[in-house]
């Protein structure tokens, strides 16, 4: 099934873009505990294409060992209506803190280096590494077979806010803590479900985008997040635009599926509030679509919603659901009453 969805992240290039949010279902603004529920569903009456989750945040910490009831069944929800699911893993500090660098406890310590063999918290990242491949094993359909996940690890590290970004460990380390993360799971845990995903920051050139990349062989999906250059004000939307084309030129040398893995609606002062009521259609879609190229991304993904002080989806009232609600029905985007389609085309 890994590699049936693989099968279809690639067919669906230049024809069309699957459409997702991390954690589609479980809260959103004004509510929350309900895990069928989702806010894209009550503004266009249809989930989106995938459904995004965490390992390691603040509904669930997997990486701890908790939170794996709930977090199947959303998991579930969305394979068995066609669609799929990603997940990413916002880990915490070793010594102490969240994954931002700027929290951390302990100022003195090589946190990457730290968890890596020989490192004096190696342990501790086995055990979140054991953690993590047990869920991963326990995602069971109903016909007996794993469900695949595109899992996003140690993301955004050519900026600098996470404790494994660039500047706060070497590349040669990074490179080494991705591998190993990947060799531990598959090759240790038998974790045979996953699609690895590579997603650096906002970046200006091929070689800015390469920058830790671990190999061919240790990733499945080329991603790029990028917010920055979408906020409201923003100047650099053709910088966006060069960014997709790299990343689909790269992917395409290397024939693999290229995803914008996370965006989302800023205000200039970085306030996920969506400012601009027309921003699916005039700033995403638009890019999106601006060429050839950019359009041979296979998934965009937005943000989470939090409340009414941080969201990236229109809620039922917002001034941006009609926009919303033209993104939808553009052919061009994909949602989950689309998916069987595509999920039976490439089985």
């Known amino acids: 099934m890994t590699q049936k969805l693989y099968n279809t992240l690639l067919a669906i290039k230049g024809n069309g873009i699957f459409f997702g949010m991390q954690h589609a279902t479980g809260y959103g603004v004004g509510w929350n505990n309900d895990n069928n529920r989702s806010d894209i569903k009550s503004i266009s009456g249809d989930y989106p294409a995938f459904g995004g989750w965490g390992v390691s945040f603040k509904h669930n910490n997997i990486a701890k060992g908790e939170g794996f009831e709930a977090a199947r069944y959303k998991i579930k929800l969305f394979h068995n209506m066609g669609g799929f699911n ?3 893993w916002h880990a915490d500090n070793p010594f ?3 994954c931002y660098w700027k929290r951390r406890h302990d100022k003195t310590k090589n946190m990457v280096a730290s968890i890596m063999p020989g490192g004096e918290k190696h342990q501790v990242f086995l055990t979140q590494l054991d953690n993590i491949a047990s869920f991963f094993n ?9 469900i695949p996940i595109i899992f996003r690890p140690w993301h955004e590290h050519t900026g600098d806010w996470f404790w494994w970004g660039k500047g706060h460990c070497s590349e040669v380390e990074y490179i080494s803590l991705w591998q190993f993360t990947v060799s531990y799971l598959s090759d240790e845990k038998g974790v045979d479900n996953l699609l690895y995903a590579y997603s650096p920051a906002k970046n200006d050139s091929r070689e800015e985008y390469l920058y830790g990349y671990p190999g061919d062989g240790y990733v499945d999906v080329l991603g790029q997040d990028n917010y920055y250059d979408l906020r409201q004000g923003a100047t650099n939307m053709p910088r966006f635009v060069k960014m997709l084309e790299t990343l689909v030129s790269i992917a395409n040398e290397k024939k693999k599926p290229a995803a914008l893995t996370e965006t989302g609606a800023f205000t200039i002062d970085a306030k996920a509030t969506m400012p601009e009521n027309n921003w699916f259609t005039e700033k995403l879609l638009k890019l999106i679509m601006y060429n050839d190229k950019t359009r041979q991304i296979s998934y ?3 943000w989470r919603n939090a409340d009414e002080n941080h969201f990236h989806i229109p ?6 659901v009609p926009n919303f609600i033209d993104f939808y029905n553009h052919p061009y985007t994909i949602f989950m009453s689309d998916m069987k389609k595509y999920r039976t085309k490439n089985e």
């Open 86 to 88: 990603t997940m990413e």
């Open 96 to 98: 102490g803190g969240d």
């Open 138 to 146: 326990s995602l069971i359909d109903d016909n007996g077979k794993k």
């Open 300 to 302: 965009a993904m937005v």
């Open 315 to 320: 809620y039922p009232g917002h001034p941006a």
